[in-house]
Structures are given as structure tokens and as C-alpha cells.
Nanobody, 118 residues
Framework: VQLVESGGGLVQPGGYLRLSCAAS????????LGWYRQAAGKQRELVAQ???????YYADSVKGRFTIVRDSAKNTVYLQMNSLKPEDTAVYYC?????????????WGQGTLVTVSS
């Protein structure tokens, strides 16, 4: 599975962005789709996930501000980010996890930079 992110950029605090992650295969065949982020000097952290069954998970730091959406028709997963804060500044990565025949496969996009600054 190839993943291509887009939508990053510079935004002022309180602003919004929508990240997109286009998958090369049907997202319906992917068990878990997620967004991670890595700020400078910090470890990569999970931001949001959505399973094939529609269950969602959000990190406490983004609950109520970010929304993950899976669009099966477009084979794309989105991360809508509202009320952005400077601490949201990071490279955001799309992730796909597939389980087949007892084997787990992880796929990553190249990342897109989000900078929240006035």
C-alpha cells in the first residue's frame, strides 16, 4: 500500500487545516488507518486512528479539535484539524495497518509538515 499525504502548511494559532492521505489500494481492505506526528526532538506519537469497523481513537491532546474521516469512495483518509495550537507543530504521517493470514503489515506515507505560528 502506498500512502501520499498532502495539506500541510503554515497556519496561525486558532486556525484549521485538513490533511489528506491517498491510498493506492481500497481503504476498505485496510484494517486500521491512522495519523501520527513527530515534533522536532520528540518521538513519533499517535494522533488519531480509525478502524475498518469505524471505531475511532484520539490522543487526549487533540480530542474535540481533530477528526479523522475515512472516504472509501476516494480511497482517502482525512485529518480535520481545528483550533490549532503551536504545540501541534510537527510532521504528520499517515499510517495503514493490514492483518492478513496472521501477519501484520505497516505502511507509512512520506509525511507533511504542519507549522502553527503567528
Amino acid at each position: 500500500v502506498q500512502l501520499v499525504e498532502s495539506g500541510g502548511g503554515l497556519v496561525q494559532p486558532g486556525g484549521y487545516l485538513r490533511l489528506s492521505c491517498a491510498a493506492s489500494e481500497s481503504v476498505s481492505s485496510i484494517n486500521v488507518l491512522g495519523w501520527y506526528r513527530q515534533a522536532a526532538g520528540k518521538q513519533r506519537e499517535l494522533v488519531a486512528q480509525i478502524t475498518s469497523g469505524g471505531s475511532e481513537y484520539y490522543a487526549d491532546s487533540v480530542k474535540g479539535r481533530f477528526t479523522i474521516v475515512r472516504d472509501s469512495a476516494k480511497n482517502t483518509v482525512y485529518l480535520q484539524m481545528n483550533s490549532l495550537k503551536p504545540e501541534d507543530t510537527a510532521v504528520y504521517y499517515c499510517n495503514a495497518v493490514r492483518f492478513r493470514l496472521g501477519k501484520k503489515s505497516d505502511y507509512w506515507g512520506q509525511g507533511t509538515l504542519v507549522t502553527v505560528s503567528s
